[in-house]
Structures are given as C-alpha cells and as structure tokens.
C-alpha cells in the first residue's frame, strides 16, 4: 500500500514537472515573440521620428513645408524654448549654466565652454528688491498728494508716540 502511495506520488510529480517545463518553454518562447514586436514597434517609431526630424530641420533652415506640418514645428520650437528655460533654472540651481552652442552645463566662471570651446557669457544677476538701486541711472519717483499726506501722516504719529514714550503717558494730552 505504502509502495503504491509513493509511486502514484511519483508519477504525479513526475507529469506536474514536465508539464511546468512545457508552461515555461510556451511563457519564454511568448516572450521571445513579444520581445521581436516590440524591437519592430520600435523600430517604426525611430524611423517616424527619423522622418520628423528632417522635416523639422528643414523648417528650421528656412524650406518651404505644409502648412499642417508648420504648425507642429512652430508648437516644437515652443517646446524646446520651455525645455531651455527649464534647464537654465536647475543649472543657476547649481551655480552653474546652459552652454548656448552645446547646451551642456558648465561652471559660472568659465568664459569657455570645456566642451566645444564656445563663449558662455555669464548672466547677470537678477535684481532682488532689496538689492542698492544705482542714484545715477535710476528714475526719479514722483510722489503723489496721496503718497505725501501719508507720509505726513506717519511722522506725525511718530512725533506723538515719541512724545508719549518721554512723558511716560499712554494718551497724549492727558
């Protein structure tokens, strides 16, 4: 009895076992035919980008193209402005900036990119609100009769609560 359990068990395993080995040959070779559709797939999408991209420089080179085609080139170079603008940010992040000939990020001091050999002008700061403003060039600002009564108005209540701290009163006149 015992000898018939164990050789029933046997048998058992014995077709569970091939039949996995049969499931994992079937999933590989799936795989393997779903890898192949894919290379493919990508394959037409690089060659549609390929296609894209000569139309897009012939744009950019001033060629005469369809007029559905210029509109996606013109939202194209929009994009690329934004991307522009994004990668000067997370440079100036850094302290550091956007090479405008290769576009690659190089130390604020260099006058050269390291890279092409390009000049990297460096950006001049942005003022801050509380940056020194130059007396010379700046603008005079004129004062409206508003702005000046509340001026007035101000050191007026300065001068009574300037008065009330040497007196040592709360209210003044009192």
Same mark, same amino acid.
């Given at each position: 009895?015992?000898?018939?359990f ?31 559709i ?8 690089k060659?549609?980008?390929d ?10 080179e ?10 996606? /080139? ?8 934004i ?10 992040m850094?302290?550091?900036?956007? /090479? ?8 604020r001091?260099?006058?050269? /990119?390291?890279? /092409? ?19 010379e ?15 007035e ?22």
């Amino acid at each position: 009895m015992a000898r018939d359990f164990f050789d029933e068990l046997s048998d058992t395993i014995t077709r569970t076992t091939k039949d996995l080995g049969k499931k994992a040959g079937q999933l590989y070779e799936a795989q393997k035919i779903r890898s192949k559709i894919s290379s493919e797939e990508q394959m037409v999408q690089k060659l549609k980008a390929d296609i894209g991209n000569v139309i897009f420089e012939k744009y950019k080179e001033g060629a005469e193209v369809e007029e559905a085609l210029k509109g996606f /080139c013109e939202e194209i170079e929009q994009h690329l402005d934004i991307i522009d603008g994004y990668k000067d940010a997370a440079a100036e992040m850094k302290g550091r900036k956007i /090479c405008p000939a290769c576009g690659k990020s190089v130390d604020r001091s260099v006058s050269f /990119c390291p890279y /092409c050999g390009s000049v990297c002008p460096t950006p001049e700061p942005e003022k801050a609100e509380g940056d020194v403003v130059d007396t010379e060039t700046a603008e005079p600002v004129e004062e409206t009769e508003e702005k000046q009564a509340e001026n007035e108005a101000g050191t007026e209540e300065e001068k009574v609560s300037t008065e009330t701290e040497k007196s040592g009163q709360d209210f003044p006149g009192k």
